[in-house]
C-alpha cells in the first residue's frame, strides 16, 4: 500500500513511533511517504520504499505566524497525486489531523477520496489539544478522521473524557523493536567512559520538559546517591535543562551527574545503564520506559497516565504518586541494594517490554489500513 505518514520530525516521542513505525512497513513491502518540515531524525535510510517529502512554509512580512498547515495541506495534496497515496496516516492531532482533513477535503474536490488515519499521542490532546484556543478544531478533526487511534487505553479514556468524540477509538499501544535493543546489548557496552564498575548508572531521557519533572529526577537520585554509589546520565536537552543544572549544582552532585544532551543512540546509553527514572506529571504511554525495559533496565515511574499499562508495579520497576520523590528514592534503593534483586527486576523488564515488539504491533496498523481499504 502507498501511505503518506505525517508527523513531527524532532526528538519527541509521536516523531519516533511515526518514522519507526514507516520503516517497518516499508520492511514489508509498503510504499511509505514521510511528510514532515525536517527529516526525522531517526529516518537515516532513504530507499525506493521510503520517501521524504519537506514542507516548506516561506516567510512573508504580512504573516506574523508562518501558515504550516496550509503548507501542510498542499503538500499532501500533491503527494498523494503525484505517488497515487492511498491512505494518510498522521500521528499527533495538532495541527496534522486538521490539516489532513483540508487535503482530503481538497482531493475529494477532485473525486479522490483518501482515508486518514489518526493516532492521538497525548499532549495533543491532555495538555495542548484541550486548551480552548485548539479545542473545537481537535475534536473536529479526530471526529472527522476514518479512523482514529490512541497509544494507551488510558489515552482513550481522556480523549473521550475532555472532548466531545463521536469516533470509536481504538488502543493501539506503542511498539519497540526488540531486536535492535538484544543488539545493543552484544555490542561492547562502553560503561567505562562514564562510571567506575562500582557504581550504579541511572539514567533519564527525555526532552527536558516541565511535564517530565526534571526536579524529581534530580532530587530522586540525591536521595539514593546517598546510599548506592551511583551516576546519573541525562540525556536529551529542552526548557528544564538550565534550572536541572542549577539544582545539581546546589545539592553538590556536579561529579556524579552527565548531561549528555540530545542523542540518536539512546540504546547503547541505555545498554549500560541500571535504573531509569520517569516521574512525569503526565505521560499518555511513556516509550522512554519502554526503550529502556527493552534494554533490561528496570524503571522507577510516577504512576500517571498509560504508565501503569507499561511499567508493572513490583515487576518491571516500581510506580509512585506523581511528586512522591520519597517513595521513588525508596523503590530505587530497593532495586539497587541487592544484586540478586536487581538482576530479577532486569530480566522482568524485558520480560515486560517484549509484549510490546514491533512484530505484534505494527500488524495491527497494517490491519487497520487493509480494513478501511476492504
Ligand atoms: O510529550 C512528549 O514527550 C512528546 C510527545 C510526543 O507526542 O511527541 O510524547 C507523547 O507521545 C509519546 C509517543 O506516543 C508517548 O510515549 C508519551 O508518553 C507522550 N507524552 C506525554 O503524554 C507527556
Do not use: W
Amino acid at each position: 500500500m502507498k501511505i503518506a505518514i505525517v508527523c513531527y520530525p524532532t526528538f519527541g516521542g509521536s516523531g519516533v513511533v511515526a518514522t519507526e513505525l514507516g520503516i517497518a512497513l516499508s520492511r514489508k513491502g509498503h510504499e511509505i511517504h514521510f511528510i514532515t518540515y525536517k527529516q526525522p531524525v531517526r529516518l537515516d535510510l532513504l530507499g525506493p520504499n521510503i520517501h521524504f517529502h519537506e514542507v516548506n512554509v516561506p516567510e512573508y512580512p504580512l504573516f506574523h505566524y508562518q501558515p504550516y498547515e496550509l503548507a501542510l495541506s498542499s503538500k499532501l495534496v500533491d503527494t498523494v497525486k503525484l505517488y497515487g497515496i492511498e491512505l494518510m496516516h498522521v500521528h499527533y492531532a495538532i495541527p496534522h489531523a486538521y490539516a489532513a482533513y483540508m487535503a482530503k477535503q481538497m482531493l475529494l474536490s477532485e473525486g479522490l477520496n483518501i482515508p486518514i488515519v489518526t493516532t492521538l499521542h497525548g499532549t495533543d490532546i491532555t495538555l495542548v489539544g484541550n486548551h480552548p484556543f485548539y479545542k473545537p478544531a481537535v475534536a473536529f478533526s479526530i471526529n472527522t478522521s476514518d479512523v482514529v487511534t490512541s497509544v494507551s487505553q488510558s489515552l482513550k479514556d481522556d480523549t473521550i473524557r475532555l472532548f466531545d468524540i463521536k469516533k470509536n477509538i481504538s488502543v493501539i499501544p506503542n511498539f519497540i523493536d526488540i531486536k535492535k535493543y538484544e543488539e545493543a546489548k552484544k555490542a561492547e557496552c562502553q560503561r567505562h567512559l562514564l562510571a567506575l564498575s562500582s557504581e550504579k548508572i541511572i539514567t533519564h531521557v527525555s526532552n527536558f520538559r516541565k511535564v517530565k519533572r526534571i526536579d524529581d529526577v534530580i532530587n530522586v537520585f540525591y536521595a539514593l546517591q546517598k546510599k548506592i554509589s551511583s551516576k546519573l546520565i541525562m540525556v536529551g536537552d529542552g526548557p528544564e535543562k538550565e534550572s536541572a543544572e542549577e539544582l545539581v549544582s546546589k545539592l553538590g552532585i556536579i561529579d556524579k551527574v552527565v548531561f549528555l544532551g540530545k542523542s540518536n543512540e539512546v540504546d547503547k546509553i541505555l545498554c549500560f545503564s541500571d535504573l531509569f527514572l520517569l516521574p512525569s506529571e503526565t505521560e499518555s504511554f511513556g516509550l522512554a520506559a519502554l526503550e529502556a525495559m527493552a534494554s533490561g533496565v528496570p524503571v522507577i515511574s510516577s504512576n500517571t497516565g498509560g504508565i501503569p499499562e507499561v511499567n508493572i508495579d513490583g515487576v518491571s520497576g516500581y510506580l509512585s504518586n506523581v511528586g512522591d520523590v520519597e517513595s521513588m528514592g525508596k523503590n530505587a534503593i530497593k532495586i539497587l541494594q541487592n544484586e540478586e534483586v536487581l538482576n530479577q527486576f532486569k530480566l522482568n523488564a524485558k520480560k515486560t517490554a517484549e509484549k510490546f515488539d514491533l512484530e505484534t504491533i505494527v500488524g495491527q496498523y497494517e490491519q487497520t489500513y487493509f480494513n478501511i481499504k476492504g
